[in-house]
């Protein structure tokens, strides 16, 4: 699975939106973009994945560059609940039975 | 809501007693997973199941073992837990195949006394 960079932080107010990116260079033609997050004290949580289009749902954003080398996550109105650690994950289709290789993620705090 | 469901929340036991940790789903999902996430640390992945099949990674220390007896749930074997073996304990659910994403509880904390 390629490697994926995000910062180790990153500050948003609450209600607005909080703009997450991920580097992944080396991304393969039939790798998919997934975002988990992981609030305190709780398992990671499903936010959206993608592998070309940008794709939206009702959590959350993904915009991926046209040559697929780095995504962003938009939370559109950041609340205080969205503070978290936010995983970007790159990995192949077809790999249902295979570990999700979770990085340092990004600590995204939300203040009012 | 359809989820996965992990009992208990958080789980004390002695060095050397052995212990068992459950997950059930109610999602139907023929895929479950086992991840030990230690203190500040990315989950790390145990085993998982594939329907039936058991498939453990090549890195799980032989004192970790998992049960299925139906799709529904899965047990967690530590058969002599040590200090390091310390965690919180994730199950995670998803489909067969595809770019299917996994569904987690929201984990065990094991503190071993």
Known sequence: DAKTTQPPSMDCAEGRAANLPCNH???????????????????????????????????????????????????????????????????????????LIFGKGTTLSVSS | DAMVIQNPRYQVTQFGKPVTLSCSQTLNHNVMYWYQQKSSQAPKLLFHYYDKDFNNEADTPDNFQSRRPNTSFCFLD????????????????????????????????LSIL
């Open chain 1, 25 to 99: 260079s080396t991304i393969s033609g039939n790798e998919y973009v997934y975002w988990y997050r992981q609030i305190h004290s709780q398992g990671p949580q499903y936010i959206i994945h993608g592998l070309k289009n940008n794709e939206t749902n009702e959590m959350a954003s993904l915009i991926i560059t046209e040559d697929r080398k780095s995504s962003t996550l938009i939370l559109p109105h950041a609340t205080l609940r969205d503070t978290a650690v936010y995983y970007c994950i790159v990995r192949v289709e077809n790999q249902a039975g295979t570990a």
């Open chain 2, 78 to 109: 530590i058969r002599s837990p040590g200090l390091g073996d310390a965690a919180m304990y994730l199950c995670a659910t998803s489909r067969r195949g595809g770019n299917q994403p996994q569904h987690f509880g929201d984990g065990t904390r």
